[in-house]
């Protein structure tokens, strides 16, 4: 037997243990080293059941996902599933940590299941664009129904053993730790009581439910909206119902290979390995030290703040939170009880971790109690005097060796560095709205930063549960500065002639949450007009005369909260057309002497995304971000770029770089070299044939 697949005999008891680090992936090697043990089992006389295990931590965690678009050495996975489906000795599956996808396939194609208490299940194909490939739509409902079944392999959700053992997915939870020893015994009472093999697939499908497909198809196109994959696997459980399990079984794997060979698999696939990747820096070492952490300050307690200081008391952290004064500090506090008291209102959490969490902040309005920390996130007001008084003040109140992290969304973080004192301490840490909630975080590393901050910040995140991005010192970072070359882009088409109503369709249509115009609404136009205010010195006299968001702020015309912005809202806050907005275009144009025209959507697309991945090509040839994958994880987690397209850079790479290129030049020559100066790193790899992630 291979050293991936070890196999023992304990007296009746064959045990076949999987150890195929990290994740015990049914790499081409699982797989046969597991045909050969059943075929070993099945041939020896005094063997009367198997168990499948697996070592190290974690039962087998899906497919191997690098196999993928490769040729597979056979068995492939359902084969394999087929001989246990036909063993002849029952085949028990021991299960701890998280059993997924082709994981979970082959722990329903064992005939008995036994599982740890803290073993977690489920079918993330589907965050892959992939359909389960190995009986995941067959099996399933089966043993647990269409509820259950469909909830599973469409959201790629995960269930606890509870719920596994409710819904009839395993047979026995192993109470006492030692899964090896409890499965052992599990599978000598079977021999012991005569028990025999059983296959899901003897099972009947459960009653047909169309009214429950329907309502499903309906919600994963509005939730999931452009993405196949759910609606596939839609179709691959009504398999079970047109035709006999081994024949569904085979059009499901069918439905597989096709998903893994389309783009959309292909690009989640990209964002999967990207977002692990940017855990790994160029130049720094994993085994860099970290600065330790057990206290972290949070000056500033605005919505930002507040949101840093719920995000960072969730992962156990103790958090000393200093405001302006008392006032604010009370004021925020509310707010921070408001939210946790909703979410236990709504369920989402118990009264008891809330008064834990609740307990972990200590609120001061006087820096000098930072004094006691190793780490202090500053969230005060946008404005480079106030932020550089506090730096200049932190740098001597805090310890030598604290970190001291600007929350900036666009501020020269070299700047505090200096005002601090110390720059070698000095990084960003700049969390997105609401930061209690969106997973990214741009991690910045100024000019001076000590490679044990950065390495210290990126573990921290993780720590914290974001997803950390290493960006450079720039205006805007890499998410905000590719952002403005799309709000660019939407003020001068609606310059041009397009509605804003049609700009926010086609993004809206191409998979983002929102277009730019309804966003503007909801973060607030006035906050979109500070901002244009503060970088009015660099901008130019087109991006000047493009003034619509200061022409509402004016009106007193706020987005959402005001009810009126680029839509109307009616109080519950539903969007309807503005006629105050057609009436503005029109006079704006009127007033500048502006001849509008008709613009199709290609135009609207390939203007709004192309000049960020334009943009993002100048901010790899910086240096800003180290690879493409630093740029299409954090437009995919800070922006709401769809994942199935892969992110920017990979969606360029996708359409070629030489039709980018020759797009970027047609508007260079429309719109003028200010705008769509071809980046030159894009020229490079256009003329290579190469792209930017591979
Ligand atoms: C499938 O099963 C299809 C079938 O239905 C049909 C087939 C016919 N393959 O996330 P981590 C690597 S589709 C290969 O940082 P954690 C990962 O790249 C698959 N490699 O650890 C990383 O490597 P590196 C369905 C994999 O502890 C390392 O393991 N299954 C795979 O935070 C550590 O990963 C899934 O989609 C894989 N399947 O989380 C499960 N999985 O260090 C996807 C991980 O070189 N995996 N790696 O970057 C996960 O959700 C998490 O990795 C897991 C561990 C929860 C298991």
Not at 8 to 32: F, K, L, W, Y
Not at 239 to 265: K, N, T, V
Request: net charge negative.
């Amino acid at each position: 037997m291979s050293h991936i697949v070890s196999y023992h005999v304990h007296g009746a008891i064959a045990e076949a243990v999987v150890d195929n680090p990290p994740v015990n992936a049914t790499s081409a090697s699982v797989r046969q080293g597991l045909a050969e043990a059943i075929r070993k089992a099945e041939a020896d006389p005094e063997v009367r059941a198997l168990v499948i295990r697996c070592a190290g931590k974690t039962f087998i965690a899906g497919a191997d996902i690098k196999e993928f678009g490769k040729p597979m050495a056979e068995p492939q996975l359902p084969a394999l599933l087929a001989m246990m489906d036909r063993a002849t000795k029952p085949i028990v599956a021991a299960l701890h940590g998280t059993v997924l996808g082709g994981g979970f396939e082959v722990a329903l194609a064992a005939h008995y299941r036994v599982a740890l208490p803290e073993t977690r299940f489920g079918f993330p194909e589907v965050k892959l664009g992939i359909v389960p490939g190995a009986g995941g739509t067959q099996r399933t409902p089966r043993l647990a129904g269409l509820e259950t079944t469909i909830k599973l392999t469409t959201e790629g959700g995960q269930i606890d053993v509870a719920k596994a053992l409710a819904s009839g997915l395993i047979d026995a939870i192993a109470e006492d730790g030692d899964l090896g020893l409890a499965a052992l015994a599990y599978a000598e009472k079977l021999v012991v009581e005569g028990q025999g093999p059983r296959s899901a697939g003897t099972l009947p499908m459960p009653a047909d439910d169309p009214a429950l497909f329907e309502e499903a198809r309906k919600a994963l196109s509005r939730k999931m909206r452009g993405q196949s994959a759910p609606l596939k696997i839609l179709d691959a459980i009504r398999l079970g119902y047109e035709m006999d399990f081994d024949a569904a079984l085979l059009q499901e794997f069918a439905l597989c290979r096709e998903s893994i060979a389309g783009p959309q698999s292909k690009a989640l696939r990209h964002m999967f390995a990207a977002e692990r990747e940017v855990a790994r820096i160029p130049g720094l070492p994993a085994d860099t030290p970290t600065r330790l952490i057990e206290r972290v300050g949070v000056i500033g307690l605005g919505a930002m703040g507040r949101g840093i200081v719920m995000a960072i008391v969730s992962a156990g952290l103790p958090v000393i939170a200093v405001g302006l004064d008392q006032e604010h500090v009370d004021a925020a506090m509310k707010a921070i009880g408001k939210m946790w008291s909703s979410s236990v209102a709504k369920g989402s959490m118990t009264q008891e971790a809330m008064d834990k969490r609740l307990a972990l902040i200590t609120t001061s309005d006087d820096m000098h109690d930072l004094a006691a920390t190793q780490l202090v996130v500053e969230a005060v007001t946008e404005d480079m005097a106030v932020k550089k008084a506090v730096f200049a003040t932190l740098g001597q109140v805090t310890q030598p060796d604290t970190i001291l992290a600007s929350n900036t969304s666009f501020l020269n973080i070299d700047m505090l560095a200096e005002a601090s004192g110390r720059p070698e301490d000095v990084c960003g840490m700049h969390f997105f709205n609401p930061a209690h909630v969106m997973r990214l975080l741009e991690n910045v590393r100024a000019a001076k930063t000590d490679r044990d901050v950065v390495a210290t910040i990126m573990a921290l995140g993780k720590r914290i549960g974001k997803l950390p991005v290493l960006s450079g010192v720039c205006d805007g970072f890499i998410v905000n500065r590719m952002l403005s070359k799309r709000s660019r882009e939407a003020f001068f088409l609606v310059e041009e002639g397009a509605s804003p109503a049609a700009v926010d369709r086609v993004l809206l249509s191409y998979g983002f949450p929102m277009g730019p115009f309804a966003l503007g609404d909801l973060a607030g136009l006035d906050v979109q007009a500070a901002a244009r205010k503060a970088r009015a010195a660099t901008a130019t006299e087109r991006e000047l005369r493009a003034d619509f968001v200061e022409q509402m702020v004016a009106e007193g015309r706020l987005g959402q909260k005001s009810g009126s912005g680029w839509y109307s809202y009616d109080e519950n806050r539903k969007s309807g057309p503005n006629p105050q907005t057609d009436a503005m275009i029109a006079a704006h144009a009127e007033r500048h002497g502006l001849k509008l025209r008709e613009i199709g959507e290609e135009e609207i697309l390939q203007r709004l995304l192309y000049a960020m991945v334009n943009e993002g090509a100048k901010l790899l040839s910086e240096g800003i971000a180290a690879r493409a994958d630093e740029i299409d994880v954090a437009m995919v987690n800070g922006l709401g770029w769809p994942s199935h397209s892969g992110g920017p850079m990979f969606w360029a790479d996708q359409i070629g770089l030489d039709k980018v290129l020759a797009a970027i030049e047609r508007f260079r020559a429309e719109q003028g070299d200010a705008y769509w100066t071809p980046a030159p790193l894009l020229v490079q790899y256009a003329g290579e044939g190469r792209g930017f992630t591979a």
